[in-house]
């Protein structure tokens, strides 16, 4: 029989480690976020669990906005040209790739599916200037996704500031609130990454939280299991088999 290489990951995991996690690279107390940026759909689940254990902000839970990225490849889109269909989706794809440059900048491997959404009854125009933003993903296995999602919030961040010093000309003085990125991953594979994050500040200054190293295996997390009983036996025996290496 094949041995099965996959890691599985059970609920249970999933909350300790963040709880873990957030005690010990001391979140509250170091970076203190004031937004998370969940990256859909491995980082919803994730960020909510965290939101448990962030401490509330002026009495309010912190906010999360979901953000979706794909890999190029998994939308088998190997030319841009080449897409013909009419449905909304390629449509959207296609809008991306004419209109955002950056594709060319990082590479072609990834896309926005989704995009931050502020709604009407958010009182400022410039939502991520000043803020502690963390990013939460389930797993950096390449790092293609978050090097992705940091560049293009780059450029949102670089238009509110635009924005900002229009609003403010009168005002020579005036200093642009700084806007810092944390990361939040579950998993960090261990191996060589393709991209490095663009902001270097995140590793430099302790500001890339991963809850767990792993090794460059495949990992099944809790929500995409079809099964949901066999999938924790299979976690809490891997879990047991791990304890008993050690010991
Ligand atoms: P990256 O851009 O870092 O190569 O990969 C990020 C995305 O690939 C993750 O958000 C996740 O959706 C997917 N991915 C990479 N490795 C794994 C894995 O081991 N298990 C699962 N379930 N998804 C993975």
């Known amino acids: ?13 999933v909350h300790q ?5 957030v005690e010990r690279y001391q979140i509250n ?5 004031d937004l998370m940026i969940a990256i859909g759909g491995g980082g919803f689940i994730p960020a909510r669990i965290l939101r448990t254990f962030l401490k509330r902000a002026n009495n309010k839970n912190i906010p999360i906005q979901a ?8 939308l088998f889109l190997p030319n841009p040209s080449n ?3 009419n449905n909304s989706t390629s449509n959207s794809i296609k809008d991306d790739l004419a209109n955002n440059d950056s594709l060319s900048t990082i590479g072609t491997q990834v896309i926005k599916t989704q995009w931050l959404h502020f709604g009407p009854s958010h009182a400022t125009t410039t939502p991520l200037l000043g803020k502690n933003i963390l990013i939460v993903d389930e797993v950096d296995d390449t790092r293609t996704t978050l090097a992705y999602a940091i560049q293009e919030l780059t450029k949102d961040i670089e238009e509110e ?6 609003d403010n000309t009168e005002n020579v003085d005036i200093k642009v609130p700084e806007t810092k990125f944390a990361v ?17 500040s995140i590793t430099k200054e302790g500001r890339y939280f991963a809850a767990k190293e792993t090794p460059d295996r495949w990992l099944v997390y809790p929500w995409e299991a079809n099964d949901i009983e066999e999938h924790t036996k299979k976690s809490l025996m891997q879990q047991k088999e791990e304890l008993e290496e050690i010991q």
């Open 1 to 13: 029989m094949v041995k099965d290489t996959k890691i599985y990951i059970s609920y249970n995991q």
């Open 17 to 21: 480690l963040i709880k873990d996690a």
């Open 29 to 33: 107390e170091e970076f203190k976020p």
């Open 67 to 74: 953000i979706g990225l794909s890999l190029y490849e998994d």
């Open 83 to 85: 897409i013909h269909s």
């Open 161 to 166: 500031k635009r924005k900002f010093l229009q």
């Open 184 to 200: 939040f991953v579950l998993h960090n594979k261990k191996k060589e990454k393709k991209m490095e994050l663009p902001d270097l």
